[in-house]
């Protein structure tokens, strides 16, 4: 199989800092190509929240690096399981210890072979798209909870007053339930990571428009159509920090594809060393 992708992580228009974090990894063992990629998308204050998002990506850049990948899928979910497990603790324990609440999103994609494995807690986003556009994760949102018991409308959603709350993170609160999915790739197949700001100005048709298929060929064309997402969220006003990944799979490996990729080490972070 071959993936290639690319990111963009943009400041925004109204913040000082960006306090989202990425990680794009792909390399090729013997016994297949495997990829992680994760998003992570910080809370806490201008001088805090970055730190939150900066550590749980450093530990996923570790654990891929000393992870020999060798397990099955439901290994490798027990695995990072109990790294955000540590790193809630870390987080959690910075709390006790100096009386700032800091926390992150965090949602990552595993992939190894034609297999992928989706995380998230909070309310980044994983997207597959294919013939359609289907929405892997589940958002740790008070207003995805009040759509789920029927007590507003999904076109109530994005512009609920109380948007932007979450119902749990990485970091807050001693105890946290992951969301996990599990499937097959399809040839073709394109997965998106974006944190929250990347989202709010998409129509279902701009998401189409930006990231047809046909027209993400390489890493170069990847970031190009990024790029022009993200400047349009801008252009309509969106004020939070801007963060998405997009990585495409080819499950024949016949097909001609430039720049094809057989190892990427793409990391976006703060300093995250005063939380150690």
């Known amino acids: 199989m071959n993936i290639f992708a690319n990111y963009v992580s943009d400041i ?3 913040k000082n800092v960006n306090q989202d974090a990425v990680i794009l990894r792909i390399n090729n063992y013997p016994y297949g190509d495997i990829a992680l990629f994760a998003i992570c998308d910080g809370m806490g204050g201008e001088s805090y929240g970055e730190l939150a998002s900066a550590s749980i990506i450093e530990s996923l850049n570790e654990w891929f690096e000393q992870e020999n990948h060798e397990g099955t899928i439901e290994y490798i979910s027990k695995n990072l399981y109990s790294l955000l497990q540590l790193e809630n603790q870390k987080l959690y324990n910075y709390y006790l210890q100096s009386d700032k609440k800091i ?3 965090v949602s990552l994609l595993y992939i190894k072979n034609d297999d992928y494995l989706a995380i998230n807690v909070g309310d980044s986003r994983i997207y ?14 008070l207003v995805n909870q009040l759509f789920k018991t029927g007590e507003i409308e999904a076109s109530e959603v994005e512009n609920h007053p109380r948007a932007n709350v979450l119902t749990q993170c990485i970091g807050i609160t001693e105890e ?16 998106l990571l974006c944190s ?4 709010h100005k998409l129509s279902a048709d701009k998401f189409k428009f930006y990231f047809d298929g046909s027209k993400l060929n390489d890493m170069a064309q990847i970031k190009e159509r990024a790029e022009m997402a993200v400047e349009y969220n801008k252009a309509m006003g ?19 594809i430039s720049n094809a ?7 976006q972070r703060a300093d995250a060393t005063l939380l150690l």
């Open 238 to 256: 969106e004020i939070d920090n801007i963060s998405v990944i997009v990585c495409k799979c080819l499950l024949d490996e016949t097909q001609t």
């Open 261 to 267: 990729i057989e190892k990427l080490n793409l990391i």
């Open 12 to 14: 925004g228009i109204k």
């Open 176 to 191: 946290f339930n992951p969301h996990f999915y599990c499937d097959k790739i399809k040839d073709d197949d394109i997965f």
């Open 128 to 141: 597959r798209i294919a013939e359609s556009i289907e929405q892997i994760s589940d958002d740790d949102s």
């Open 196 to 199: 929250d700001g990347f989202r």
């Open 103 to 105: 926390g992150s999103t």
